[in-house]
């Protein structure tokens, strides 16, 4: 019988995605469905409100089109908030 090494990448892809809900927790706003469904469309992509929410609440995280969509609208109010908070 042959010893099975433990794969450590799918520790490091789980630490992953807890690192990147962590940052859209912390910066995406409560009103971030259309905007995203707005940015995707822009991108010649539709996608539901329900689509959005429920890789938002991690549901689903293999449609990574709307988990980089978040995290594009989540940038843009850090980069807000760090302006406002350097005023």
Same mark, same amino acid.
């Given at each position: /019988?042959?010893? #099975?090494?433990?794969?450590? #990448?799918?520790?490091? /892809? ?20 259309? *905007?995203? #469904?707005?940015?995707? @469309?822009? *991108?010649?992509? *539709? ?25 594009? +609208?989540? @940038?843009?109010?850090?980069?807000? @908030? @760090?302006? +406002?908070?350097?005023?």
């Amino acid at each position: /019988m042959t010893n #099975i090494t433990k794969n450590s #990448i799918s520790k490091k /892809m789980r630490s992953h995605f807890d690192q990147t809900f962590d940052f859209l927790d912390r910066y995406l706003p409560t009103y971030y469905v259309r *905007e995203v #469904i707005d940015l995707l @469309e822009k *991108e010649s992509f *539709e996608v539901s409100s329900s689509v959005v929410r429920n890789v938002r609440t991690k549901r689903t995280t293999s449609n990574l089109r709307v988990l980089n969509a978040l995290l594009k +609208i989540a @940038e843009k109010y850090k980069d807000l @908030e @760090e302006k +406002i908070t350097l005023k």
